[in-house]
């Protein structure tokens, strides 16, 4: 059993490791990181605010031991988007492409193929994390300085600790957002429309129905899983953030599984 | 050791639209070449699906190498499989794709290289599959189902695409794996190519078998006939009579009478045409071949 996830694993990682698809992530991925946090330092005096929705991220916040990875948090939402594209792409594409079948002639066991195929992406988002989390604080070190921030509390052991839970939080949110990610995928079975969808709602639908009707924000899955990396918000708690994104990413699962186990492999 | 690679009783799949396939009952001796044809759309590839675990039946059941089809974990590591053509990812090389499969299957992973040599790709096989030709796509595809070492190999129109030669070069490699004691079921709509190469006939027609056995089986219950043409075109009229009042059946097609009866009688016929002042050009005694077979069992159009 184990050794079968492991060759489904191996399998899975000579896909997403080739370059197109590794360093376009990894550069969609530099690309906000550098970009989020480079705003967040070089913005510090706007008026119209440096943060997200126009928040004020003072100097003085800054140079919290969480100042590190302020920029870092708040790039959850972005990343655990990416996550959802290429999640839904290499799940949607076994469909699309017909390499489903070829898959299941030499791994039949279908609820094993699914864990490795799971695993094998889980550590693709540990990649995008930690690309994303040595770019961030990176760049908001080497900006600080030059701004006037603080950073003597930022590596110290409080703030050696907040980057580790921050580190854990944007990984769940990531591996969230992928996981609903995947589910669309095997639902939908073509990676254009499972993105369409996936992206729409993320960033339209739950932004409108947020602004008409602000207490549904509190409710929604791409909402809770942005507050989870964020570590909570003054809305949202981050334990309710946390129990509700594990409910939705639980149903997505449980729809992922049983259609994936049950359902004919016809075209 | 089970004597069969594959056997099906009763095997149906329905969907809500009807039955694709309808209570098949058929076997496949083990170390053989069998053919599996059908028209489109008579169930050929949803019964390949089925023996292969990828859809479940609605009835019936089927044994692969000894083991239930409801079981195709414990078969499939002896069975090679290219089903509805090659599908593979198109950003990664051939041999990629190939080490993807391999890595899966725990299969060694220098037996790409070889498999690639084998199927003649070896010199493209770091081009990305996109790049690939039809007939490059379809080789790559049996060098994928070849992975295994299989016990059984089981193609769904391998020759897709390929060329003359290319056709040439499956059939010989069928051939070697059969005679190495490989079990090759083989679907295609080249029956010339079939009957060339197999021993054992499955035969589909609206998802129910019309003929399942050996190849020489399904001949022998054929008619022989000759083919016969005239000097003068509206003799063939009086030919065609001249049969059929001494109890044969015959037809006119394309401007050829097509007579049945044995070689033997051709000398009858040649004198009886003789004596009613006909003069025949072409008087040659046929063997029905599995293409005229397949028109008639079949009931398709030619």
């Known amino acids: 059993m184990i050794s079968s996830i492991a060759r489904i694993f191996f399998a899975e990682w000579r896909k997403l490791r080739r370059p197109t698809l590794l360093l376009g992530t990894i550069g969609a991925v530099s690309f906000f990181s550098v970009l989020v946090s480079s705003l967040l330092f070089l913005l510090i005096d706007s008026p119209q605010g440096n943060g997200d929705r126009g928040v004020k991220i003072t100097r003085e916040m800054l140079a919290l031991p969480s100042g590190a990875t302020q920029s870092f948090s708040s790039i959850g939402n972005l990343l655990g988007i990416i996550a959802l594209c290429v999640f839904a792409a290499q799940t949607a594409q076994e469909y699309s492409l017909g390499t489903l079948r070829n898959l299941l002639v030499r791994q039949p066991g279908r609820i094993r193929l699914l864990i490795g195929k799971l695993a094998s992406m889980k550590v693709f988002a540990i990649v995008m994390t930690i690309v994303s989390a040595i770019l961030s604080i990176g760049v908001s070190y080497a900006l600080a300085g030059g701004k006037n921030v603080d950073t003597s509390l930022w590596f110290n052991s409080d703030g050696r600790l907040e980057i580790a839970k921050t580190l854990l939080n944007v990984y769940i949110s990531i591996l969230g957002f992928g996981i609903i990610g995947m589910a669309l995928g095997i639902l939908l079975r073509s990676p254009i429309s499972s993105i369409s969808i996936g992206v729409l709602w993320l960033l339209i639908v739950e932004n409108i129905v947020g602004a008409v009707k602000s207490s549904t924000l509190e409710w929604l899955p791409g909402n809770q899983l942005g507050t989870v990396a964020t570590g909570g918000s003054e809305i949202i708690t981050y334990t309710h953030a946390l129990s509700l994104s594990a409910i939705y990413v639980f149903v997505a699962l449980t729809i992922a599984t049983v259609l994936f186990t049950k359902r004919d492999v016809a075209n | ?302």
Not at chain 2, 178 to 193: I, K, M, N, Q, R
Not at chain 2, 249 to 263: L, N, S
Request: with cysteine; net charge negative; glycine share 10%.
């Open chain 2, 1 to 302: 050791m089970p004597q069969l690679a594959i056997s099906v009783s009763d095997l149906s799949k329905k969907y809500d639209t009807g039955f694709a396939v309808s209570h098949t009952n058929f076997e496949v001796p083990l170390g053989t070449i069998c053919g599996f044809v059908g028209p489109n759309g008579a169930g050929k590839t949803t019964t390949i699906r089925m023996l292969l675990g990828l859809i479940t039946p609605t009835g019936g059941k089927g044994e692969i190498l000894g083991e239930p089809i409801t079981s195709p974990e414990k078969y499939l590591s002896r069975v090679g499989a290219m089903i509805e053509g090659p599908a593979f990812y198109p950003a990664l090389s051939g041999a990629e794709n190939l080490k993807v499969l391999a890595t899966l299957g725990g299969f060694p992973i220098e037996r790409v290289d070889q498999l690639l040599e084998q199927v003649g790709l070896a010199e493209r096989g770091k081009s990305k599959y996109k790049t690939y030709s039809l007939g490059m796509k379809q080789r790559l595809g049996i060098a994928a189902a070849l992975l295994p070492n299989p016990k059984l190999l089981i193609l769904d129109e391998p020759t897709n695409g390929l060329d003359p030669e290319g056709i040439q070069e499956i059939r010989q490699l069928l051939r070697k794996l059969a005679d190495s004691g490989t079990t090759v079921f083989v679907s295609s709509h080249l029956l010339s190519e079939l009957e060339l190469i197999s021993e054992y006939l499955v035969m589909l027609r609206k998802g129910e078998i019309v003929f399942a056995g050996p190849m020489q089986e399904l001949f022998d219950a054929q008619q022989p006939y000759m083919l016969v043409k005239t000097a003068n075109p509206s003799d063939l009229e009086k030919v065609i009579s001249l049969a059929v009042s001494a109890g044969h059946k015959a037809h006119i097609r394309d401007g050829v009478a097509h007579i049945e009866g044995p070689a033997e009688w051709a000398g009858e016929l040649n004198r009886l045409a003789f004596g009613a002042g006909i003069l025949l050009t072409q008087l040659s005694p046929q063997l029905p071949n599995l293409e005229e077979t397949f028109f008639e069992m079949t009931g398709s159009q030619k």
